[in-house]
Nanobody
């Protein structure tokens, strides 16, 4: 069974930092691009960052450019999202995602709350 498990979320003050982790199992994740999405209450899920199988990355959300960085450690089947200078509007559930051809897998999500 292909699974993604996120961790690292929590409560942080504005201006603080968090690093999210996503550990995959059940397939060779190094062959595929992986992404981080987020969803705030009452809003649609949005794509934040994507990293390719060869390490190229894209910030899709303009609001996080210069603050969030995606990376991966293929030896550990792990993808990271380093989040710096966090703002209250970053509060959301963050999800890890992978698509293998036409098959998709989502993690269960990890809550990030930015508040003073």
């Amino acid at each position: 069974q292909v699974q993604l498990v996120e961790s690292g979320g929590g409560l942080v003050q504005p201006g603080g930092s968090l690093r999210l982790s996503c550990v995959g199992s059940g397939c060779t994740f190094s062959m595929y691009s992986m992404s981080w999405y987020r969803q705030a209450p009452g809003k649609e899920r949005e794509l934040v960052d994507t990293i390719t199988n060869v390490g190229g990355s894209t910030n899709y959300a303009d609001s996080v450019k210069g603050r969030f960085t995606i990376s991966r450690d293929n030896a550990k089947n792990t993808v990271f999202l380093q989040m710096n200078n966090l703002k209250p509007e970053d509060t959301a559930v963050y999800y890890c995602y992978v698509r293998r051809q036409l098959r998709t897998t989502w993690g269960q999500g990890t809550q990030v709350t930015v508040s003073s």
